[in-house]
C-alpha cells in the first residue's frame, strides 16, 4: 500500500467511525433554564406533519422481513420467525458475513427457503433498497441501531429496533420524524413488556385491581461480567483496546444507557402519552469502580475517565403527580433484577426476587376472587392460593393466544416469542403496532437526559413531549386486536403463505440448489 492509499484508507476509517459512533450526549441538543429546572429545545413539527398516534399500515398477507446484526441477540428473532406462519424471511444481514450465513440453519431447520446474505459494514444498505422487504429487524450493537433503522425508513421498510433503539435525543427526534413523515412503523423491540408477570400484572392495573397506580419500579441489574468479553469489537479503528462496543460505551457516557427492560412495562401501566406524561427527571449515580477497574486490568493503562457509574438511579414525576424509579447497574454482583413494582392506593405488585402481589380482603373480593383465609391483609403477600386464582382470572389475552407456542419457542422464557408474534399480527392485520416510536424515545432518552442532570449537580430536567400536544388524546394503554372473522382470514392466509414457501423450496431443491452453489465458491 503506498502512502496516498494508506492516507485515504485512514480518511474513510475515521469518516466511518465518525458517522456511526452514538454518545448520550448528542451534538445538536440545545437547552434553557427555567427557575433551576433545565429545559431541551424540542423541535417544531413540520408544517403539514402529522403525529402517528394510532398509525396503521395496510394488511399484509406475508410479513417480508430482513434481519440486521446477527451476534449473540440477533439468531433468535431470525429462529423465532420460522415459527410465526406468514412471514418470510428475505435477507440477513451481519458486518461479519459467517454470522449471517450460520442463521440459515434455522431457515433450513423449518424447510423455508434460503435466505440472501448481506455483510460488512454498509451491507445493510443494499438490504434496506429492496423492494421485496417491508421489514427491518435490527439487533446490532449500539452504534449502529440508528444509521440502520433511519436508512430502512428512508427506504420505505417499517423498522423494529432493539433495545436501546436511540443513543440520545437527537436520534430520538429524528426517528420520530422519519415515522411522521414516512407514516412507516417504528417500534422499539422491548421483550420485557411481555414477559408473563408483567402482562399479567399490566391486566390487574388495567382493571384495576391495584386502585391507581402512583408509583412504579424498574430496573436493569444484570452483572455482565461473563459477556463483556463476547460483545462485538469494531475492526474500523474505533475500538484499539479491543473493549468491545458495550463496555467502550459505558466507559465513554454517563446516564442510565439501557433503561429500557425496566422502564417499558411499568409506562404502559402508567398510560405514559395516552393520558399521562413524564414531566421531571432528576438523576443520581455512584462514582465508577468495576468498569474502570476492568479497563485497567484489560488496557494495563490508567482509566481516569470512565464515564458511566456503578449504579445510576433515575426519578420521574409525571403529570398526574406520579413517580417512577430507574435503576441501572451492570457492574457490581447482585443477582439478576428488574425489580417491576406497582405500588397502588389498593394494591402492590412486586416481581424481584419473587413474585408476589399484596391486596387486603375487600380489595382481593373486588377483584372477582374471594378469599380461602380470614386474616388477609395488605400487611403480608397473598397466600400461594389467593395469588394463583388472581393471575388465572387476569390471565392476559396475549398469554391466552400465544402462550403454549411461546413456550415452545421460547426466547427469555417465551416473552420474545410474545413480542415477535404480537408485532407480525398487528402487521398481518392493519392494527398499530403495540409500541409506537413516542414509546421508544421515552424509554431511550433516559441516557441523555440522566446524563444533563448528573452533569449539572443532579439538577431537575423537563423531559420533552414526544409526541408534541397529543400525550392526552389516547386514553389508556390498550394492545389492537382484530375481530375474530378478520383474525381468522389473516391466520389462514397466513399459513397458506408460509406452506406455499415451504412447498416451492421443497419442489425446486432449493437446498440442494444453495449447497451446491456455495461448494463451487468455495473451491474458486
Ligand atoms: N432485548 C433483550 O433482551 C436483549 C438481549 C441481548 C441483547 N440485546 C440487544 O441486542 C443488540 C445486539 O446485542 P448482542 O448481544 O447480540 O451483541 P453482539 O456484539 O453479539 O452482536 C452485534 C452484532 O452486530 C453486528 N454488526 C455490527 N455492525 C454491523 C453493520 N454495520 N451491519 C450489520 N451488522 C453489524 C456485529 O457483527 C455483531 O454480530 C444490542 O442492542 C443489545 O442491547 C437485547
Redesign the pocket.
Given at each position: 500500500m503506498n502512502i496516498k492509499h494508506l492516507l485515504l484508507a485512514l480518511v474513510s476509517a475515521a469518516f466511518i467511525s465518525a458517522s456511526?459512533m452514538a454518545q448520550s450526549l448528542s451534538p445538536s441538543t440545545k437547552y434553557h433554564w427555567d427557575k433551576g429546572t433545565l429545559v431541551v429545545d424540542t423541535p417544531t413539527r413540520p408544517a403539514g406533519q402529522q403525529h402517528v398516534l394510532g398509525l396503521t399500515a395496510p394488511k399484509m398477507a406475508t410479513v417480508r422481513v430482513g434481519f440486521?446484526?446477527?451476534?449473540?441477540?440477533?439468531p433468535g428473532a431470525v429462529a423465532r420467525f420460522t415459527h410465526i406462519p406468514g412471514t418470510q424471511i428475505v435477507a440477513l444481514?451481519?458486518?461479519?458475513e459467517a454470522?449471517a450465513e450460520a442463521c440459515q440453519k434455522y431457515l433450513r431447520e423449518a424447510g423455508l427457503p434460503p435466505a440472501d446474505i448481506?455483510?460488512?459494514?454498509?451491507?445493510?444498505e443494499e438490504l434496506c433498497k429492496r423492494p421485496d422487504i417491508d421489514l427491518v429487524y435490527v439487533?446490532?450493537?449500539?452504534?449502529?441501531?440508528f444509521?440502520?433503522a433511519k436508512c430502512a425508513l428512508q427506504n420505505g421498510k417499517h423498522t423494529a429496533i432493539?433495545?436501546?433503539s436511540a443513543m440520545n435525543l437527537e436520534q430520538c427526534w429524528e426517528l420520530i420524524e422519519l415515522s411522521e413523515k414516512t407514516r412507516l412503523h417504528c417500534m422499539i423491540?422491548?421483550?420485557?413488556c411481555y414477559d408473563w408477570y408483567e402482562l399479567n400484572t399490566l391486566n390487574m392495573a388495567q382493571q384495576g385491581v391495584f386502585g391507581e397506580v402512583l408509583r412504579g419500579e424498574g430496573a436493569y441489574i444484570h452483572n455482565l461480567d461473563d459477556?463483556w468479553d463476547?460483545?462485538?469489537k469494531?475492526p474500523d479503528g474505533s475500538d484499539p483496546d479491543k473493549l468491545?462496543?458495550?463496555m467502550k460505551y459505558n466507559m465513554e457516557n454517563r446516564g442510565d444507557v439501557?433503561a429500557t427492560?425496566g422502564l417499558g412495562p411499568v409506562a404502559l401501566a402508567m398510560n405514559i402519552h395516552r393520558g399521562d406524561r413524564f414531566k421531571t427527571l432528576v438523576a443520581m449515580d455512584t462514582k465508577s469502580a468495576h468498569g474502570k477497574e476492568y479497563v485497567e486490568k484489560k488496557t494495563g493503562k490508567p482509566c481516569n475517565n470512565y464515564r458511566n457509574g456503578d449504579q445510576t438511579t433515575t426519578l420521574m414525576r409525571t403529570e398526574e403527580g406520579k413517580v417512577v424509579e430507574i435503576q441501572h447497574n451492570v457492574m457490581n454482583p447482585q443477582p439478576y433484577n428488574r425489580l417491576y413494582k406497582l405500588t397502588g392506593t389498593k394494591g402492590y405488585a412486586t416481581k424481584y426476587p419473587e413474585q408476589h402481589y399484596a391486596l387486603d380482603k375487600s380489595q382481593l373480593t373486588a377483584s372477582g376472587v374471594a378469599p380461602k383465609v380470614d386474616d388477609l391483609s395488605s400487611h403480608g403477600f397473598l397466600p400461594k392460593a389467593e395469588q394463583d386464582a388472581l393471575v388465572a382470572k387476569y390471565q392476559h389475552p396475549i398469554i391466552k393466544k400465544y402462550g403454549e407456542m411461546a413456550q415452545k419457542v421460547g426466547g427469555?422464557g417465551g416473552m420474545?416469542f410474545f413480542m415477535d408474534a404480537r408485532l407480525v399480527y398487528c402487521l398481518q392485520n392493519g392494527l398499530p403496532l403495540d409500541m409506537d416510536v413516542y414509546d421508544l424515545a421515552e424509554w431511550c432518552c433516559l441516557a441523555e437526559l440522566g446524563t444533563l442532570s448528573m452533569d449539572n449537580n443532579c439538577c431537575a430536567v423537563a423531559f420533552p413531549d414526544f409526541t408534541r400536544g397529543y400525550w392526552n388524546t389516547q386514553k389508556g394503554f390498550q394492545f389492537a386486536w382484530a375481530n375474530s372473522a378478520d383474525e381468522a382470514a389473516a391466520e389462514a392466509a397466513a399459513i397458506a403463505s408460509t406452506q406455499a414457501q415451504k412447498d416451492l423450496c421443497a419442489k425446486k431443491k432449493l437446498w440442494e440448489k444453495y449447497d451446491k452453489a456455495k461448494a463451487k465458491k468455495a473451491k474458486k
Open positions: 456511526t440486521v446484526g446477527l451476534g449473540m441477540r440477533g444481514c451481519d458486518y461479519v454470522r448481506y455483510s460488512g459494514e454498509k451491507g445493510y439487533a446490532t450493537d449500539w452504534d449502529h441501531h444509521p440502520v432493539e433495545v436501546p423491540l422491548e421483550n420485557c459477556f463476547y460483545y462485538w469494531n468491545g462496543w458495550r439501557y427492560h427469555h420474545d
